[in-house]
C-alpha cells in the first residue's frame, strides 16, 4: 500500500504539499484584510473567514484520514471507515442538543436549526 | 520470590500512606479547634504545674437551673504582685453563660474568657443556666499562668504556662450519646472488610490445608492481584461488586433509619446529603458497572470461544482502576466531608464553596471510573468482533454476548462526555477556571446536559446485561430457544440508539429550551417500544416450553413481574405535563428503583445462580436459594411499591425530613404518609439482610456444595463445553473427544456459515466486488 | 509479566491517585515516576517480543473484520472514544461561544460604562488573529504536526520495505522517528511560547508591529483564566482616536452614535472573560496532552528503532502509533482554526 | 390521591388505566404461561427445539406476532402523547395572547374560568416574581394590590419562620423566576407544577389559581440545592 504512485509523484509527498498549501491559505485568510470582499457580499469580516476556514479544513480532514490514516483503497480499509464513521450518529447528537441549545443563544442561525423558546 | 514480597510491602506502604494524605488532609486542623478556643498561646505544651478547677457545678443539673461557677487556677509563674497574673477561657456546650462582674466578658451564649481587667488576678465568677431538655454538657477551661512580663521580652508570652480542664455533666435522666452515623457507617464497612479478608484466608486454607503457611500464601495472593486471566479478573470484579453491594446497602439502611418517622434526627442535613450521593455513586458504579463487568469478563470468552479478551492486559488495568476510583471516591466521609452533591452533582452547587471538600475526591475517583469503563468498552468491543469461533457470525452470538455488546457500545460512546464534564468541574473546582462559573457566564445547563447525555445510556448500559442474562435463563429453563432472536436483537439495537437523543427527559423542568423538551418528549415515548418488544419475546418463549423451576428461573420470573412494574411504572414520565407533576418526587425512586433493584440486581441474582456451577464447579444449594429468592422478592415488593403512593403525595427526593400534616399543623404530606415511611423502614431491612442467604449460600456451596457437571442446565452456548470451573486456559471438549476452540454448527439449516445478513450487506457496500464472486443469498 | 501489570495498574492509580486538588505538585511528581518506571518495564518485555523474531500478532478471525490486525481494531475503537472526547470539549466551546455576546459587538453596542466589568465572550483568535506575528507560532505547530504526519507515514513505509538491507532500514526507520519526535517537542514548546513567555522580535520587524520590541503571549495580554477585569486596546475609546489605522469604531454602530451625541463619554471596557479563556485552555491543554502522550510513545519507539527493533514482520506497531498521531493532527485541523483564527 | 388540580387529575385517570390494561396482559400473560407450561417432574423433559450443546439453536419466531407487539405499542404510545397534549398546552401557553391572554393593566382581573378538561383560560394575567436563594424563598408581588396579591412570613412550628404567598382565587399569575446562587426549584403541590429557578437566566411558570383552590398549601424546593434544601419551605394561601 505504500508504493502506490499518484500524478508521477508519491502519494504520500503530494498529500504532504496539499496540505501545507492549505494550511497556508488559511493563515494568509486570517492575516489578509478582506474588507473589500466583506462589503461586496454584505457580510463583515468575520463571517466569511469562518466560511473560508470551514471549507479549506474539510478537505484536509479527508485527506488525512483518507491517505494518511489508510482508511481509503487498503484491503483492510472497507469496514474501517465504517468503525471510524460509526460514533458520527452520536456526534451529531451532542453537538445539536448540546452545542446549539444555550437558552439565550441569539444566533444569526436559521430558526430551524435552533430550537426557539415558546415565547416563555 | 524476594523482589515479590518487597513489591507487596511497598505497595501495601503506599495504599496505606495515601489512604492517610487525604483523611490528614480534610480534616480542618480538627473539631477541637472550634469549640475550645482557648488563648493557648502561652507557650505550645500544656504543663502540669498549672491546676485550673470549676467549682459551682452540681453532680447533675436539673432543668433551666442557674449556678454560680468560679473558674480558679494555682500554680505556674504567677505571683501577687505582677502587672497581671493570668487569664482563661470556659466553652460550655449547652446552657448559656452569664457574666456578673467586669473582670469577665461574654463572647457568645457559651463562651466566656477574661477581660483586660480581669487579666490580673487568679479566679473569676461566673453564672450558668442549665439547658431545659435531657443531654449531655460539655465543659472544656483554658486557663493560663503568666509570669508579667508584659514589658514585651518574647512578646509578653515567654516563660507562660498554661493547662486545659474538661468535665462532662449529665441532667437528671442518663442521656446515652447517640451513635455518630458515620461511625456506624465505618465501623460497618471494617467489619464487612474483615469479614472479606476472613473469606480469603479460608478460601486459600480450604485449597490446600496442608500447604497453610506464609511463603505460599504471599504467591498465591501476588498471583491474584497482578493476574490477566479473565476468569480472575472476572472473580475479581465479582467480590468488588458484592462488596460495594453491602457497601451501598448499609447506607441505604441508614437513610431508612433517618427516613423512619418525621422529624427525625439521627442523621442531620448535611450527613443525609453525604449518604444520599454515595449510596447513589456507589450502587450505580461501585456495584452495578463491576457486577456487569464480573459476568462480561467471565461469559464472553467462553460464549464466543475465544481463549481470553483480545487485550488482557489492559483488562487486569481496568479493573485496577476500580478499587482505587472507590478509595478516592470515599475520602472525607468518614471525617464528615464527603461528596454532598447527590449522584448527579448539578453544576453551580458542586462547583460552589457550600460542597463539601469531598466533592473533588469524588470528581477524580470517578475520573477513574471513566478510564477504566473506556479500555473496558473498547477490550469488549475488540473481542466481540474479532474472536469468535469460527462459524459464529454476528446473527449466531448468544444474546447475552450481544447485550453486552450493545452495553458496551452505549458506554464508551458516552462515558466521555461524563468524563469532560468531571474534569472540567474538577478543573473549577481545583484551579478555578471558570466553567460553571455564574457570573463569569457559566451555565448551569452545560452540565445537566452532558451529564444526562451520559446518565440516560448509563442507565440501559446497567440494564441491558440483565437482558441477556433473562433471556439465556428463560431460554435454557423453559427448554426452548429464545422466541424471536433477531428482533431481540434490533430490540437490543434499538435502545442503544435512542438512549442518546433520550436524555432530555431528565431536565423536563430544569429550564431546558422548550423545543428541545418537546423533541425528547417524543423520543422518550418510543423508548418502551423496543422494551415492550422484549417482554413479549420473553413471555412467548415460555410458550410451549417445559419450564423447570430452578432458583435462576424463580429470579428470572421475579425479574419479569418487577421490571415490567418499573416499565409502567415509568411510562408516566415522557408526558411532560405528567412529569411536572412527579419530577424529583418519590415516584421517581420508586420507578427507578423498581427497574434498577427488580431489573439490574435481580437480573445478577439469576446470573449468579445459573453460572455459579460453571463458575465454581460446586452446585449452589436449592432450598436456599428458594427462601432467599421469597424473602427477597416479598420485601422488595413491600418496601419499593408504596413509594409510589408517597411520591404522589408529594414527598421530595433527597429531603432529609418530611412532616405530616396534622390537626394543628400544616404539613407537606397527608397523616397516612408517617405510617408508610415505617413501614418501607423495616421491610427495607428485610431485604437487607434477606441477601445475606445468598452468601451463606455461596460459602456453604463453596465448602460443602456437590461438584456440578460441565452442563447442569442443559444450554447450547460455548460455555455449557468447557469443564466447570473451566482450565486455566479455556479450552472446549471438542466432539471428537480432543480440546480446542469450538466451530458452531447452526441448527437453521438455510443459513449455515454463510455470512449473515449484516456483514454481507457490509460488504456489498465497502470493498469492490471483482474479487467477491459467489454472494449467498440470504433466504429466510 | 504479572508483576509489571500489577505495579502499572498500581503506578496508573498511584498517580491518577496523587491527582488530588489543590497542588500537592510533589507528590504529583512521584506518581509521574512511578508510571514511567512501570512503562519501562513494560516495555522492556514488550522489547523481548521483538527482539528474537517471535511474531505476537494475531489475525482476527470473525466477520466482518477478517485478518485485520486485533490491535488495529481495538486502536480504533480507542480512537472513537477519542472523537467523543473532543467532541464534548467543542460542543461546550461552541455552547458558550454561541450564548454568550461577543465582547467586540457589546464593545461596539455601547452597552458598557467605564469601571464595571461586563460578561462577554473574547475568542482568542481576536487577539492572535490581529497581526501576522501572533500568528506565526500557531501556524508553525499546525506545519510542525503535518510534517510529522508525513514523516511517521515515511518511517512506516521504510520499515516495511522488504527489499532493503538490514542497516540502511534502521538508519531510515530512526531518523524518521527521530524527525517525527523532535517536531513534537517543537510543537510542545512553540505552544508554551505563546502561551507564557513570548518572543523578542528581529530589529528589521519593528515597525511592522507598531513599534514595540517583543509580541506579548497570551499570558501577558491578561488572557487568563481568572480574567474577570481584562482590557484590551481594542476596546479603549480613546486608544482608537489616536490609532485610527489600527482600529476604527464603524459608523453604523450604536456607540459611534453615542459617542457623536455625548451620551456615552467612551473610555476603557472591562470585560470578564474568564469562560472564553478556560474554554480555550483547556481544549488546546488536552490536545497538548495527547500530544505529550504521542511524545512518549516516541521515546520508546525510537528508541527501540535505534537498536534495531523493526523489521517488517513486526512494522505493524507503528502503524498503530502512525494512526493515533494522525488522529491527533486531525483534531488539530479542526481545533486551530476555529480556536486560533476564528 | 394527593390533592391534584383537574388537568392532572385527569391525566393520571388515563394513564392509570392504560397502564392497568397493559398489566393485565402482561401478568395474566405471564402468570399463565408459568403455570400452564411446567414441567411434570416426572416424565422426560420434551425438547420441542431439540437444544443440542454447542449448536445454534432453531429460529422460532413468528413474523405476524412479533410486528403485532410493535405495532400495537406504537398506537398506545402514539395516543397517550395525544392525550397528553393537551395538558401541555394548557401548560405552555405563550404569554402574549395565548389562553391566558395578555398582562392585565391596573385593576383588570383575569377571573379565569376551568373547562370540563381542567385546562383554565384567563383574561389577563399578573406578573409576580420569584427569586430562590440558598435557602428560602422570596416572592415580590411587584405594584400589584395587596388584595390580589400579598407576601409575609408566618412561623411553622416544623419549618421555623416560612415565607407566605397569598394569592386572590381565581386570579391567574405568571411567576417570573431566577436564583440568586444554585439552581432551587419552586414545587406548589397543590398546584402540581415546578420549575427549576437558574442563576443568571430567567424561567417562567403558569400559577393558575382556579375556584376550587385549596386555602393553604406547601411549596417546598424540588432542585437540590445543598444543606437546607429540604426545609427550605414556603406556604401558598388562597383566598377569595
Redesign the interface.
Known amino acids: 500500500m505504500a508504493e502506490k504512485t499518484v500524478l508521477g509523484m508519491d502519494l504520500y509527498w503530494l498529500n504532504f504539499y496539499g496540505l501545507m498549501i492549505l494550511t497556508l491559505i488559511e493563515v494568509l485568510a486570517v492575516g489578509a484584510n478582506l474588507d473589500p470582499v466583506a462589503e461586496s457580499l454584505g457580510t463583515e469580516e468575520k463571517v466569511i473567514t469562518l466560511w473560508i476556514l470551514t471549507i479549506i479544513a474539510i478537505p484536509k480532514f479527508i485527506m488525512i484520514a483518507a491517505i494518511f490514516m489508510h482508511l481509503y483503497g487498503d484491503e483492510d480499509s472497507g469496514i474501517l471507515t465504517m468503525t471510524a464513521l460509526f460514533p458520527a450518529f452520536f456526534i451529531l447528537i451532542m453537538v445539536l442538543f448540546v452545542g446549539l441549545t444555550h437558552p439565550d443563544a441569539a444566533s444569526s442561525l436559521p430558526d430551524w436549526c435552533r430550537p426557539g423558546t415558546y415565547g416563555l | 520470590m524476594r523482589?515479590?514480597t518487597k513489591?507487596a510491602v511497598i505497595?501495601l506502604v503506599?495504599v496505606t500512606a495515601?489512604l492517610a494524605?487525604?483523611s490528614a488532609?480534610s480534616l480542618p486542623g480538627g473539631i477541637a479547634g472550634v469549640q475550645q478556643a482557648g488563648c493557648n498561646c502561652h507557650g505550645a505544651v500544656p504543663s502540669d504545674s498549672v491546676v485550673p478547677s470549676l467549682e459551682g457545678l452540681p453532680e447533675s443539673y436539673n432543668y433551666s437551673e442557674t449556678y454560680d461557677i468560679t473558674v480558679s487556677f494555682e500554680g505556674g509563674p504567677s505571683q501577687e504582685g505582677n502587672v497581671n497574673q493570668g487569664g482563661f477561657h470556659l466553652w460550655a456546650s449547652k446552657g448559656s453563660l452569664a457574666v456578673n462582674d467586669a473582670t469577665a466578658q461574654l463572647y457568645n451564649e457559651n463562651e466566656v474568657g477574661h477581660t483586660e481587667a480581669g487579666n490580673d488576678q487568679v479566679s473569676w465568677t461566673l453564672t450558668w443556666t442549665a439547658p431545659a431538655t435531657d443531654t449531655n454538657v460539655d465543659f472544656i477551661l483554658h486557663v493560663n499562668s503568666v509570669n508579667g512580663n508584659a514589658d514585651g521580652a518574647g512578646g509578653g508570652t515567654s516563660g507562660d504556662m498554661w493547662n486545659k480542664l474538661a468535665i462532662t455533666l449529665g441532667g437528671p435522666v442518663e442521656v446515652l450519646d447517640e451513635a455518630d452515623p458515620f461511625v456506624v457507617l465505618g465501623v460497618l464497612i471494617i467489619v464487612t472488610a474483615t469479614l472479606l479478608a476472613f473469606t480469603l484466608v479460608f478460601v486459600f486454607y480450604r485449597k490446600d490445608p496442608e500447604a497453610f503457611d506464609w511463603d505460599n500464601f504471599a504467591p498465591w495472593l501476588?498471583?491474584w492481584?497482578?493476574?490477566?486471566d479473565h476468569k480472575k479478573i472476572g472473580t475479581l470484579y465479582f467480590i468488588a461488586g458484592l462488596f460495594f453491594l453491602g457497601v451501598g446497602g448499609i447506607m441505604a439502611m441508614i437513610i431508612r433509619i433517618q427516613l423512619a418517622v418525621p422529624?427525625n434526627d439521627f442523621l442531620t442535613?448535611?450527613q443525609y446529603?453525604q449518604f444520599f450521593t454515595l449510596h447513589g455513586t456507589t450502587m450505580i458504579f461501585l456495584a452495578a458497572m463491576p457486577m456487569i463487568n464480573g459476568f462480561a469478563n467471565w461469559m464472553i470468552p467462553l460464549q464466543l470461544g475465544a481463549a481470553d479478551l483480545?487485550?488482557p492486559?489492559i483488562n487486569?488495568?481496568s479493573?485496577?482502576?476500580q478499587p482505587?476510583?472507590a478509595?478516592?471516591i470515599f475520602t472525607g466521609v468518614f471525617s464528615g466531608h464527603g461528596a454532598?452533591?447527590?449522584w448527579?452533582g448539578?453544576?453551580?452547587?458542586s462547583v460552589?464553596e457550600?460542597?463539601h471538600?469531598g466533592t473533588?475526591?469524588w470528581a477524580?475517583g470517578q475520573?477513574?471510573l471513566v478510564?477504566s469503563s473506556?479500555l473496558t468498552?473498547?477490550?469488549f468491543?475488540?473481542t466481540?468482533?474479532?474472536?469468535?469461533?469460527?462459524g459464529?457470525?454476528?446473527m449466531?452470538m448468544p444474546l447475552f454476548s450481544w447485550s453486552i455488546l450493545v452495553a458496551n457500545v452505549m458506554l464508551?460512546?458516552?462515558?466521555?462526555?461524563f468524563?469532560?464534564?468531571l474534569?472540567?468541574v474538577?478543573?473549577d473546582?481545583?484551579?478555578?477556571?471558570?466553567?460553571y462559573?455564574?457570573?463569569?457566564?457559566?451555565?448551569?445547563?452545560?452540565w445537566s446536559?452532558?451529564f444526562w447525555?451520559f446518565g440516560h445510556p448509563e442507565v440501559y448500559v446497567v440494564i441491558l446485561p440483565s437482558f441477556g442474562i433473562i433471556s439465556e435463563v428463560l431460554?435454557t429453563s423453559?427448554?426452548?430457544?429464545?422466541?424471536?432472536?433477531?428482533?431481540m436483537v434490533y430490540a437490543l439495537a434499538g435502545i442503544g440508539?435512542v438512549a442518546?437523543?433520550v436524555?432530555?427527559h431528565h431536565m423536563f423542568?430544569?429550564?431546558?429550551?422548550?423545543?428541545?423538551r418537546f423533541?425528547t418528549?417524543?423520543t422518550t415515548?418510543?423508548v418502551?417500544?423496543p422494551t415492550?418488544?422484549k417482554?413479549?419475546?420473553w413471555?412467548?418463549?415460555?410458550?410451549?416450553?417445559?419450564?423447570?423451576?430452578r432458583t435462576h428461573t424463580l429470579w428470572a420470573?421475579g425479574f419479569?413481574?418487577t421490571f415490567?412494574?418499573g416499565g409502567?411504572?415509568g411510562?408516566?414520565f415522557?408526558?411532560?405535563?405528567?412529569d411536572?407533576?412527579l419530577?424529583?418526587?418519590y415516584f421517581v425512586v420508586a420507578h427507578f428503583h423498581y427497574v434498577l433493584v427488580g431489573g439490574t440486581v435481580f437480573g445478577f441474582f439469576a446470573g449468579i445462580y445459573y453460572w455459579w456451577p460453571k463458575a465454581t464447579g460446586k452446585m449452589l444449594s436449592e432450598k436456599l436459594g428458594v427462601l432467599h429468592f421469597l424473602t427477597a422478592f416479598v420485601s422488595y415488593n413491600a418496601l419499593f411499591w408504596p413509594m409510589h403512593r408517597l411520591g404522589?403525595?408529594?414527598m421530595?427526593r433527597?429531603?432529609?425530613?418530611?412532616?405530616v400534616t396534622t390537626e394543628?399543623?400544616?404539613?407537606?404530606l397527608?397523616m397516612e404518609a408517617a405510617g408508610w415511611n415505617m413501614f418501607i423502614t423495616v421491610s427495607g431491612f428485610i431485604f437487607f439482610f434477606s441477601n445475606f442467604i445468598m452468601v451463606f449460600n455461596m460459602i456453604v456451596s463453596s465448602v460443602r456444595g456437590e461438584d456440578a457437571p460441565d452442563?447442569p442446565w442443559?444450554?447450547?452456548s460455548?460455555e455449557?463445553?468447557t469443564s466447570s470451573p473451566p482450565p486455566d486456559h479455556t479450552l472446549y471438549k471438542l466432539?471428537d473427544g480432543s480440546w480446542g476452540l469450538?466451530t458452531?454448527?447452526?441448527?437453521?439449516e438455510h443459513i449455515a456459515n454463510e455470512?449473515?445478513w449484516?456483514?454481507s450487506w457490509?460488504?456489498r457496500?465497502?470493498?469492490e466486488d471483482e474479487d467477491k464472486g459467489d454472494k449467498g443469498e440470504v433466504t429466510h | 509479566m504479572g508483576v509489571a501489570i500489577f505495579l502499572f495498574s498500581l503506578a496508573a492509580t498511584f498517580e491518577w491517585g496523587e491527582f488530588q486538588g489543590w497542588g500537592n505538585i510533589p507528590l504529583i511528581f512521584v506518581g509521574l515516576g512511578v508510571v514511567s518506571f512501570s512503562l519501562l518495564v513494560w516495555w522492556r518485555q514488550d522489547m523481548s517480543f521483538g527482539m528474537h523474531g517471535e511474531i505476537f500478532e494475531p489475525k482476527s478471525t470473525g466477520a466482518p473484520f477478517q485478518n485485520i490486525d486485533i490491535r488495529k481494531v481495538a486502536m480504533w475503537m480507542f480512537l472513537m472514544s477519542e472523537m467523543m472526547v473532543f467532541t464534548a470539549l467543542f460542543s461546550t466551546y461552541m455552547r458558550y461561544r454561541l450564548g454568550i455576546p461577543n465582547c467586540k459587538t457589546v464593545f461596539h453596542s455601547g452597552e458598557w460604562v467605564e469601571g464595571t466589568a461586563v460578561t462577554c465572550f473574547e475568542p482568542a483568535g481576536h487577539l492572535i488573529a490581529s497581526s501576522w506575528f501572533h500568528i506565526a507560532p500557531g501556524a508553525i505547530n499546525t506545519f510542525a504536526l503535518i510534517v510529522s504526519s508525513f514523516t511517521i507515514v515515511q518511517a512506516l513505509r521504510y520499515a516495511k520495505k522488504k527489499d532493503i538491507d538490514e542497516d540502511v532500514r534502521r538508519r531510515k526507520v530512526t531518523r524518521y522517528l527521530g524527525t517525527t519526535w523532535f517536531l513534537a517537542i517543537v510543537f510542545l514548546t512553540l505552544k508554551m511560547v505563546e502561551w507564557f513567555l513570548g518572543f523578542p522580535l528581529p530589529e528589521f520587524l519593528h515597525e511592522f508591529n507598531h513599534g514595540d520590541s517583543t509580541i506579548k503571549s497570551l499570558y501577558a495580554e491578561g488572557y487568563l483564566i481568572n480574567a474577570d477585569n481584562y482590557q484590551h486596546h481594542a476596546f479603549d475609546t480613546e486608544y482608537i482616536e489616536k490609532h485610527p489605522e489600527d482600529y476604527s469604531i464603524p459608523e453604523d454602530s450604536a456607540l459611534y452614535a453615542m459617542m457623536q451625541d455625548g451620551s456615552h463619554q467612551g473610555g476603557k471596557m472591562f470585560a470578564n472573560i474568564q469562560v472564553s479563556a478556560t474554554t480555550f485552555y483547556v481544549t488546546t491543554g488536552t490536545h497538548g496532552a495527547h500530544v505529550l502522550g504521542g511524545i512518549v510513545g516516541l521515546t520508546y519507539m525510537t528508541l527501540k528503532a535505534a537498536r534495531g527493533g523493526y523489521t517488517p514482520d513486526n512494522a505493524v506497531s507503528i502503524e498503530y502509533f502512525g494512526l493515533y498521531w494522525h488522529f491527533v493532527d486531525l483534531v488539530w485541523v479542526l481545533v486551530f482554526p476555529f480556536f486560533y483564527l476564528y | 390521591m394527593s390533592v391534584m388540580t383537574p388537568i392532572f387529575a385527569g391525566l393520571w385517570e388515563h394513564y392509570i388505566f392504560w397502564s392497568l390494561v397493559v398489566g393485565a396482559i402482561a401478568f395474566g400473560w405471564l402468570f399463565h404461561h408459568s403455570f400452564w407450561f411446567t414441567s411434570k417432574d416426572g416424565e422426560s423433559l420434551p425438547n420441542v427445539d431439540e437444544i443440542k450443546l454447542g449448536v445454534f439453536p432453531k429460529h422460532n419466531d413468528d413474523m405476524r406476532l412479533e410486528v403485532a407487539w410493535t405495532v400495537l405499542p406504537f398506537i398506545l404510545i402514539v395516543w397517550l402523547t395525544y392525550y397528553s397534549w393537551g395538558p401541555l398546552d394548557a401548560m405552555w401557553t405563550s404569554a402574549d395572547g395565548g389562553m391566558h391572554g395578555s398582562e392585565c393593566e391596573e385593576g383588570q382581573f383575569s377571573n379565569n374560568t376551568m373547562d370540563s378538561s381542567g385546562a383554565i383560560s384567563s383574561e389577563c394575567y399578573h406578573v409576580i416574581e420569584i427569586t430562590g436563594q440558598q435557602w428560602f424563598w422570596s416572592f415580590d408581588c411587584l405594584e400589584l394590590s395587596t388584595s390580589i396579591c400579598d407576601t409575609g412570613t408566618e412561623s411553622m412550628e416544623v419549618y421555623g419562620s416560612v415565607p407566605v404567598l397569598s394569592l386572590k382565587k381565581g386570579e391567574t399569575y405568571l411567576a417570573t423566576m431566577t436564583s440568586i446562587d444554585v439552581t432551587h426549584a419552586p414545587w406548589f403541590q397543590h398546584l402540581g407544577t415546578k420549575e427549576d429557578t437558574l442563576p443568571g437566566q430567567q424561567t417562567t411558570l403558569w400559577l393558575p389559581i382556579s375556584d376550587s383552590m385549596t386555602d393553604e398549601s406547601m411549596v417546598l424546593c424540588a432542585e437540590y440545592c445543598g444543606d437546607a434544601h429540604s426545609v427550605m419551605a414556603a406556604k401558598l394561601i388562597t383566598h377569595n
Not at chain 2, 423453559?478 to 428482533?487: A, E, I, K, N, P
Not at chain 2, 423542568?509 to 428541545?516: E, I, Q, V, Y
Not at chain 2, 433527597?654 to 412532616?659: E, I, P, V
Not at chain 2, 394543628?664 to 407537606?668: F, H, I, K, M, Y
Open positions: 523482589s515479590r513489591g505497595a503506599a495515601m494524605i487525604p488532609q501476588a498471583d492481584l497482578t493476574t490477566t422529624g442535613q448535611e446529603n483480545a487485550l492486559r487486569a488495568m479493573f485496577w482502576l482505587f476510583a478509595l478516592l454532598d452533591t447527590g448527579t448539578y453544576a453551580p452547587y460552589s457550600g460542597a471538600y473533588t475526591m477524580a475520573i477513574m478510564a473506556t468498552g473498547i477490550n468491543l475488540t466481540m468482533a474479532v474472536m469468535r469461533a469460527p459464529m457470525g454476528w449466531q464508551f460512546l458516552s462515558i466521555p462526555a468524563g469532560v464534564g474534569i472540567q474538577y478543573l473546582r481545583v484551579i478555578g477556571t471558570a466553567f462559573d455564574i457570573a463569569a457566564g457559566g451555565d448551569p445547563l452545560l446536559h452532558l447525555y431460554a423453559s427448554r426452548r430457544s429464545v422466541f424471536g432472536y433477531r428482533s440508539v442518546f437523543i436524555y432530555g423542568t430544569s429550564g431546558m429550551s422548550p423545543t428541545l423533541v418528549m417524543l415515548m418510543l418502551a417500544v415492550g418488544i417482554i413479549f419475546n413471555l412467548m418463549t415460555m410458550h410451549g416450553g417445559s419450564l423447570v423451576y420470573l419479569l413481574i415490567t412494574l409502567i411504572s411510562m408516566f415522557p408526558s411532560i405535563a405528567m411536572t407533576h419530577h424529583e418526587s404522589v403525595w408529594g421530595t433527597r429531603h432529609h425530613t418530611y412532616f394543628e399543623a400544616l404539613g407537606s397527608p452442563d442443559g444450554g447450547w460455548f455449557w463445553m466432539d469450538p458452531l454448527k447452526d441448527a437453521n455470512p449473515g449484516l456483514s457490509f460488504q457496500l465497502m470493498v
